[in-house]
């Protein structure tokens, strides 16, 4: 079966030669690839003013011609970031390794032995033209895609909560909040947000879908959707939960799932109750005690079945005290599975790994941790990272 070949009927050659027989000679050759639009100089510096005037796709370069030659006019061109992807092929009538090393060495694509022979030529320059169209196809999509995950990651962004929001429901709420979010390539698929439920109730949710990149963030895209769907006003975390997890079971393909924490932290009663659907565990910090010690610091249980796998899973309540000057530390797995030659973090090291940076930063811990995290850490990330910091203030 024949391989289709590409059309070179818009493709534009440049023939720099001082032999009028010559060049007219290789534009009937070249002719027969089908191409019509051909230009002509009769030195290098012609050709130097021809390529910025008729923007070839292809320049045939006669090496020896007076004025400038063709091994300057390449090195010129080379120099110049606008032609250093032009191709060039080299015309000469020596056939000597060292002629060959002078044009290639010249920054020459190939070249052809002169006396021309048809066949040859014809398929050396389709070969270079087919070649650059390709590139430059390849290019265009590129670029296209980089516009289009570009866009597509400021959409995602735009569902985090901005600083702004931050500081209005720090502000509403007598809270410290600090948030850090990085996707290990252009798109993720981490997702954290926060919802008032009235003056003195906010809900807290993470999610971490499996993978990440566009299939990930696709799935953001779903849940941001179903959250404006499922009202969190009277409802127990583990009732919304299952919930979600339903209406994620319905939306997303076979095999992929996410793991989540929903909790609702109550100011009245000082309370934070939540359920999870195989995060990592969160801390828990509360207040130092009447002798002057540090604070409390522990790991939360976190279990339950990830969302979206089963219509029958069931999801537990579970409730802790927050008081003032507590706080509650949520992160994505990234943050204990992503090391470098030290290895990963680890969950159980998490409590001190918050200790430490408490000791560096009181006010603002987050700052601290994601500096210890990425003096550990290879980079890219092979995982999405997000962190939270939600404190009482005292």
Request: overall charge negative; aromatic content about 8%; charged content about 25%.
């Amino acid at each position: 079966m024949a391989v289709p070949t590409l059309s070179l009927s818009d493709c534009r050659v440049l023939i720099v030669d001082d032999n009028e027989f010559n060049r007219k000679s290789l534009a009937l050759v070249i002719r027969r690839a089908g191409i019509t639009d051909i230009a002509f100089a009769e030195n290098g510096r012609e050709g130097l003013a021809a390529v910025d005037r008729f923007r070839p796709d292809l320049v045939l370069l006669d090496v020896d011609m007076p004025v400038m030659t063709g091994l300057e006019m390449c090195e010129a061109l080379r120099r110049n970031a606008t032609h250093e992807q032009l191709p060039v092929l080299f015309q000469t009538a020596l056939d000597s390794d060292e002629e060959q090393v002078r044009c290639f060495e010249a920054g020459g694509n190939d070249f052809i032995s002169k006396p021309i022979r048809p066949g040859e030529c014809v398929a050396r320059v389709r070969h270079q033209l087919e070649k650059r169209k390709l590139f430059t196809d390849l290019a265009t999509f590129r670029e296209r895609v980089e516009r289009e995950l570009t866009h597509a990651r400021a959409m995602q962004m735009s569902l985090l909560p901005e600083n702004r929001r931050l500081a209005e429901v720090a502000d509403r709420y007598g809270l410290t909040l600090d948030a850090h979010f990085e996707t290990s390539s252009e798109l993720g698929g981490d997702f954290w947000g926060l919802y008032p439920l009235g003056d003195r109730r906010l809900g807290l949710l993470m999610v971490d879908f499996a993978g990440h990149g566009i299939t990930a963030a696709i799935n953001t895209f779903r849940l941001h959707t179903l959250i404006d769907r499922l009202p969190m006003q009277h409802m127990a975390p583990s009732q919304w939960l299952m919930q979600l997890n339903a209406a994620l079971k319905d939306v997303l393909p076979t095999g992929q799932f996410a793991t989540a924490f929903f909790g609702i932290l109550d100011l009245a009663t000082d309370t934070l109750t939540f359920a999870a659907a195989g995060s990592p565990n969160p801390v828990l910090g509360t207040p130092a005690g009447t002798r002057g010690d540090g604070p409390r610091i522990r790991l939360l249980d976190s279990a339950g079945l990830v969302l979206g796998v089963s219509h029958r899973a069931q999801y537990v309540d579970r409730s802790h005290r927050l008081p003032r000057g507590g706080f509650l530390f949520l992160y994505s797995d990234a943050l204990i599975e992503c090391g470098g030659e030290a290895g990963p973090l680890g969950q159980d090291a998490v409590p001190d790994f918050v200790s430490d940076a408490l000791a560096r930063d009181r006010h603002h811990p987050l700052r601290p941790m994601m500096d210890a995290f990425y003096t550990r850490a290879s980079l890219p990330l092979r995982d999405d990272l997000t962190a939270v910091w939600v404190a009482r203030r005292a």
